[in-house]
């Protein structure tokens, strides 16, 4: 939940924004989205969240969050938890994202998922409109989320480490269409273990942005090695938590990238964070996203 969050605060979704996921689960991104947006429409004293949207507002606003998933129980449990968490009449759909054109037209201005990184035997079987011929699901869900924003959109995604690294063709020509189509902007780094004890996978966070990605050369490298708690199967909470400083120069990059000015790092910064140009990591051909390889 504490990841979903930060993912929620660095993209900053907006009331009047679509929001969508692909993978939807049991809706985690969809409520993290909902009560940040009502956070910061709460009218000044108020304890009531989004006391400062009008009713109007309120029922387009409930109306722009939908959620995809292909497993029917997971619909099911999915919009119990959106009704517990006041949402009146929530938009989930059981849905193929990766094999079915039916929502093939429909885009989003934000898109947050955690998709699957589990690819069945044999391989996805894909339909021919994506723009990456792959059989991999974190390859294709990466591509579905870049073909569905709108010209302003945003998106933070939860993705396996062989997004990031991967030599293969179809990983490779991903990573290129990311950052020369302007879509990325910051990839962070998480430690192996975040997700026990369901998975020990090595996972990092994309995060896109179609404005502000136009507006530099360069991607903003950001490593979080420690979450506020042990990477141990129960998860214990520790003292150390690095997501805190990692939140404060995403935003601090967002904003400098919005006025047009330089982001400059402290020198404690500069042990976890790191810029690097566009041209540099196209370089060799292979659109490597691994911070530590560019770091001085």
């Known amino acids: 939940r504490h990841i979903i969050n930060f993912i929620v605060s660095i993209v900053d979704p907006q009331k009047t924004d679509k929001i969508l996921d692909p993978a939807v689960g049991t809706a985690g991104f969809l409520i993290s989205a909902y009560q940040h947006i009502l956070r910061q429409n709460t009218k000044s004293g108020s304890k009531l969240p989004g006391s400062g949207l009008s009713i109007d507002e309120r029922k387009r606003f409930a109306g722009n969050f939908v959620g995809y998933d292909v497993s029917h129980d997971l619909v099911r449990l999915s919009l119990v938890n959106l009704y517990l968490h006041n949402f009146a009449d929530p938009k989930i759909h059981e849905y193929d994202t990766l094999g079915n054109l039916d929502r093939w037209d429909d885009d989003f201005d934000c898109i947050l998922t955690n998709p699957p990184f589990m690819t069945p035997k ?21 591509d579905y989320i870049m073909e569905h924003l709108n010209p302003n959109g945003k998106a933070g995604i939860i993705v396996p480490e062989g997004i990031i690294f991967q030599s293969a063709t179809a990983y490779k020509a991903l990573r290129k269409m990311m950052i020369d189509q302007n879509f990325l902007y910051a990839v962070v780094s998480l430690p192996s273990g975040i997700f026990q004890p369901y998975s020990g996978v090595k996972t990092s966070i994309l995060l896109m942005d179609r404005v502000l990605a136009k507006k530099t050369k360069a991607i903003l490298f950001v490593k979080v090695e420690n979450d506020g708690f042990d990477l141990g199967a129960q998860r214990r909470p520790i003292d150390k938590n690095d997501l805190p400083r990692a939140a404060e120069i995403l935003k601090r990059y967002k904003l400098n990238l919005q006025m047009g000015k330089p982001l400059e790092f402290s020198d404690s910064e500069k042990s976890y964070a790191n810029l690097v140009s566009k041209e540099k990591i196209g370089k060799s051909g292979d659109y490597n996203l691994s911070g530590d390889r560019y770091r001085e």
């Open 122 to 142: 044999g391989g996805v079987k894909p339909h021919k409109k994506f723009g990456i011929q792959a059989k991999r699901s974190e390859v294709l869900f990466v």
